[in-house]
């Protein structure tokens, strides 16, 4: 099975790097994907139809056009996107529907952080401690698991020398370069089996179900049914 994912920012690029093998094997073996990062999220245009430049790579801005296109080729997209404060089966009623207008029903899988990529690595708390020694654990026991409250912030409070308030008043690319550094130093120690986060659990078991690999990592007949829930 090929997959073709696509994700809003160049920091959820990176940890997917580190985590997809990890879910459906090395590449190639059987299994092949290429990952797209893209300068943020934006919104579902209006009639369907691109109102920005396509270098500027806004996600759902582009998604028509990109979806459109894949109808052509083989494999699936897999869409993952963060769904901040919205209601998840509103966002996802949307997205559906989008992929209908395009034909691509069928091929296409959508997948939500809730509330952002970040809940990935609070739901992983052991390889959080392990690339964070001097974690803030305190702010950790106040957090609930996919909850909407703020969720890089509080990793930002937990791990970041200084805390939030630091990154707030440097201004400028530290909050993304924080969320790179994140990728690189806690995406090599996430566990997708015994990560505690609903919503990449749902991710995890998308992908596996869809190439034929069961939760217990052993092969399973495939399912072409794209599942649509969080």
Request: hydrophobic content about 35%; overall charge neutral.
């Amino acid at each position: 099975m090929h997959f073709e994912i696509l994700i809003e920012d160049s920091s959820g690029r990176r940890l997917l790097e580190y985590v997809v093998p990890k879910i459906i094997g090395p590449q190639g073996g059987p299994h092949t994907w290429r990952l797209h990062a893209y300068r943020g999220m934006g919104r579902i245009p209006a009639h369907l139809s691109p109102t920005s430049d396509p270098s500027k790579r806004i996600l759902l801005d582009q998604l028509p056009r990109l979806l459109r296109g894949y109808v052509r080729t083989p494999g699936i997209v897999v869409v993952v996107l963060d769904a901040d404060d919205r209601d998840c089966a509103d966002f996802l009623a949307e997205l559906t529907s989008l992929a209908a207008s395009c034909d691509a029903s069928h091929l296409t899988l959508f997948r939500l952080a809730i509330e952002e990529v970040e809940a990935r690595y609070l739901g992983d708390r052991p390889a959080l401690m392990r690339a964070y020694s001097r974690t803030k654990v305190r702010v950790l026991d106040d957090y609930i698991q996919d909850s909407v409250c703020g969720t890089w912030e509080l990793l930002a409070e937990a791990t970041h020398s200084g805390g939030l308030q630091t990154i707030r008043q440097a201004g400028g690319p530290l909050a993304g370069q924080v969320k790179h550094e994140w990728a690189e130093r806690m995406g090599p120690m996430l566990d997708p089996s015994t990560n505690v986060s609903p919503s990449f659990g749902k991710f995890c078991d998308g992908i596996r179900r869809l190439a034929g690999i069961s939760s217990s990592g052993h092969l399973a007949p495939p399912n072409t049914s794209l599942p649509f829930d969080r």
